[in-house]
């Protein structure tokens, strides 16, 4: 998994499936969207305006647990 944000879009994308081609988009939500594979998995979530939407989009505080 792999999580990026765009400073020039202000877009956080959280990457599930890294290679992975998308086939379709659709928005889950006020500047939310999911994109899927051609199988209907789901390979990214974009969040659009997200120094709108996240507290601090340019840090990442990742928790692993089993």
Do not use: C, K, Q
Not at 7 to 14: M, Q, S
Not at 16 to 25: D, I, K
Not at 31 to 54: H, K, P, Q, T
Request: no cysteine; net charge negative; proline share 3%.
């Amino acid at each position: 998994m792999r999580v990026s944000y765009d400073r020039h879009t202000d877009t956080v994308v959280v990457e599930l499936r890294a290679g992975v081609a998308v086939a379709e988009s659709d928005e889950g939500g006020p500047g939310v969207v999911f994109d899927w594979d051609a199988e209907g998995n789901l390979v990214s979530i974009e969040i659009l305006d997200a120094s709108r939407r996240v507290s601090g989009p340019d840090v990442v505080d990742m928790v692993v647990t089993s």
